[in-house]
């Protein structure tokens, strides 16, 4: 049984910085893709970075520059570096992983796994 628990979220000021983790327990295999979504009260659900498993990632346009997706794989670890934070950032940020499948990894819908969440507040 596979499970995703995100911790790292917090309180922070503008311009400030957090780090999320995404710890996978339960895998047997590494997943094909592993990604950050956030969802802040009354938007949808939204990509924010995800990774490969050869290491290539990609950002939503509004995180570029600002944030980094990495992966630890002995850990089964997904982590994401949060710098220069703005209000905007704030929302529930959850964790992603597939089932090893290939698939676009761009897509929600093709994330099997799914941890709680972790909030993230910038004021």
């Known amino acids: 049984h596979v499970q995703l628990v995100e911790s790292g979220g917090g309180l922070v000021q503008p311009g400030g910085s957090l780090r999320l983790s995404c710890s996978a327990e339960?895998?047997?295999?590494?997943?094909?893709?592993m990604a950050w979504f956030r969802q802040a009260p009354g938007k949808e659900r939204e990509a924010v970075a995800r990774?490969?498993?050869?290491?290539?990632?990609s950002y939503a346009d509004s995180v570029k520059g600002r944030f980094t997706v990495s992966k630890d794989n002995a850990k089964y670890t997904l982590y994401l570096q949060m710098n220069s934070l703005k209000p905007e950032d704030s929302a529930m940020y959850y964790c992603?992983?597939?089932?090893?499948?290939?698939?676009?990894?761009?897509?929600?819908?093709?994330?099997?796994?799914w941890g709680q969440g972790t909030q993230v507040t910038v004021s």
């Open positions: 992603a992983a597939d089932n090893g499948a290939l698939g676009d990894c761009t897509d929600q819908r093709h994330y099997t796994y």
């Open positions: 339960g895998y047997r295999f590494e997943p094909y893709c």
């Open positions: 990774i490969d498993i050869d290491g290539g990632s």
